[in-house]
């Protein structure tokens, strides 16, 4: 059982280039979600998804896109990476409708611009 | 959305038992609180959660409040894998299963 699985672990992009973080999970869960977290800081909700075909904005969406075509995969898409950026992305899911239900989290994606 | 507070810092000695206060005092009636804690370079693990009354489970207990404005995650034995950063999260409004975190509690243990 993989539960949240995310690539790559490490990415060094250039100002301006754009790319895509990659996140699956095979726990069949509705929500999923992207993360940020800065050094020393909590998480800030990107993007979440609560179901296929659905997406919202979370605290700071700007500079970031993602599509949920299947119940399986979310991907980040940087649009134009800039050097505020640079954090590590964390991928989650959860199964929908419980909210006494828990969150699994991936290993984590640690990004940097320069 | 739920907002929570907790102290920056907490320093334990191991296999002493450890209270992790946290502050959520816009809590609604159907949020349930969540313990989420963060070993160092991993993401996120589920600890706890609950609605009103006490819980137990094989990594630790959370004591509620009667006016669910304020939690007590508590370790019973800590030890040097417990070091982390101990996360009181709040959820998002409506049932979508947001997570909203704050800046959470750094606990060390002490050999």
């Known amino acids: 059982n993989a539960g949240v699985t995310q690539t790559p672990k490490f990415q060094v992009l250039k100002t301006g280039q754009s790319m895509t973080l990659q996140c699956a999970q095979d726990?069949?869960?509705?929500?999923m979600s992207w993360y940020r977290q800065d050094p020393g800081m909590g998480l800030r909700l990107i993007h979440y998804?609560?179901?296929?075909?659905?997406?919202d904005q979370g605290e700071v969406p700007n500079g970031y896109n993602v599509s949920r075509s299947t119940t399986e995969d979310f991907p980040l898409r940087l649009l134009s990476a800039a050097p505020s950026q640079t954090s590590v992305y964390f991928c989650?899911?959860?199964?929908?409708?419980?909210?006494?239900?828990?969150?699994?989290f991936g290993q984590g994606t640690r990004l940097t611009v320069v | 959305d739920a907002k929570t507070t907790q102290p920056n810092s907490m320093e334990s000695n191991e296999e002493e038992p450890v209270h992790l206060p946290c502050n959520h005092s816009?809590?609604?009636?159907?949020?349930?609180i969540h313990w989420y804690r963060q070993l160092p370079s991993q993401g996120p693990e589920y600890v706890i959660h609950?609605?009103?009354s006490n819980v137990n489970n094989r990594m630790a207990s959370l004591a509620i409040a009667e006016d669910r404005k304020s939690s007590t995650l508590i370790l019973h034995r800590a030890t040097l894998r417990d070091a982390a950063v101990y996360y009181c999260?709040?959820?998002?409004?409506?049932?979508?299963?947001?997570?909203?975190f704050g800046q959470g509690t750094t606990l060390q243990v002490k050999p």
């Open positions: 989650a899911s959860s199964s929908l409708g419980r909210l006494n239900t828990e969150a699994f």
């Open positions: 726990m069949n869960h509705e929500y």
């Open positions: 998804s609560v179901g296929a075909g659905i997406t």
């Open positions: 816009t809590i609604s009636g159907t949020d349930y």
């Open positions: 609950g609605l009103t």
């Open positions: 999260v709040g959820h998002g409004s409506s049932n979508t299963g947001k997570l909203i």
